[in-house]
């Protein structure tokens, strides 16, 4: 399987049947697995190919560029999906969610950003450090994302709104490697200070303030006096009828 530039990314196809190459040479490629022959035509950009993911179903491609732009491909016939997703510098790492509904993608210009994988369009707010972002991941369940980077941390960020959940996990150098155990509760990041570390990942409470509220009662068997600082204890008719109205709701707030 040949480029005409040097190869800076690769990727297996979900079923194991295509290889994904990204290159130095402006383009990405597909190849039979079995015998390397190419498929397709190459997925073209105007700067080197740094980075390439199949979605989880292997029907869409997505690229990113040195030419500050990720892009999404159909795998059937190499065509562009959708317009170019933007960055202000080089996109240096790329991921899909565990659902294919969303992209990640990591740039130069120091964020992180959801995209919607059916046509590119952006989701919610960046998510910035302080340094370049070289390594993004999808929680398994798909709620949260994690970006490693080179103001020497890694940060842990809720998917629905971008923002950030925890403390920023602290290396003595860059970040280019970040990882999720497939149970999502442990995270490992790979850093230029030569150590690879694990983490516990944070919890992740989503939902409606509502049901939020319902969630801490039942749990705590408590709640605030309105328009106070104080608290009192549920009787047992009232706990009740709170954790009836939080079944309704969907259950606890938590991944």
Do not use: C
């Not at 990314?9 to 290159?23: E, R, Y």
């Not at 130069?108 to 910035?128: H, S």
């Not at 890694?154 to 403390?167: E, L, M, R, S, V």
Request: charged share 15%.
């Amino acid at each position: 399987m040949v480029h005409q530039g040097q190869i800076l990314a690769v990727a297996f196809s979900p079923d194991g049947k295509a290889v994904l190459t990204g290159s130095g040479d402006n383009a990405a490629r597909l190849w039979n697995a079995a015998d390397g022959a190419p498929i397709g035509k190459p997925m073209v950009h105007q700067g080197a190919v740094l980075a390439a993911a199949f979605s989880p179903d292997g029907r869409t491609i997505l690229t990113g560029s040195g030419d500050n732009t990720a892009r999404l491909w159909n795998a059937a016939d190499s065509s562009s999906i959708g317009t170019a997703i933007q960055h202000s510098n080089l996109v240096l790492a790329v991921a899909f969610s565990p659902d294919g509904k969303a992209v990640l993608t990591g740039s130069e210009d120091n964020t992180a950003r959801l995209w919607n994988a059916a046509d590119g369009a952006p989701i919610g707010k960046p998510m910035v450090h302080q340094g370049t972002v070289w390594a993004v991941a999808f929680s398994p369940d798909g709620k949260a994302v994690l970006t490693g980077s080179g103001d020497n941390t890694a940060q842990f960020w809720n998917a629905a709104d971008g923002k950030p959940i925890g403390k920023p996990m602290v290396h003595q150098g860059a970040v280019p490697a970040v990882a999720f155990n497939p149970d999502g509760k442990t995270i490992l990041t790979g850093s230029w200070d030569n150590t690879a570390r694990l983490w516990h990942a944070p919890t992740v409470i989503t939902g409606t303030p509502r049901r939020i509220t319902l969630w801490t009662q039942v749990i705590t068997s408590m709640e605030l006096i309105e328009e106070s600082d104080l608290i009192r204890a549920l009787d047992a008719k009232t706990w009740q009828e709170r954790r009836r109205q939080l079944s309704e709701l969907g259950g606890p707030p938590i991944r």
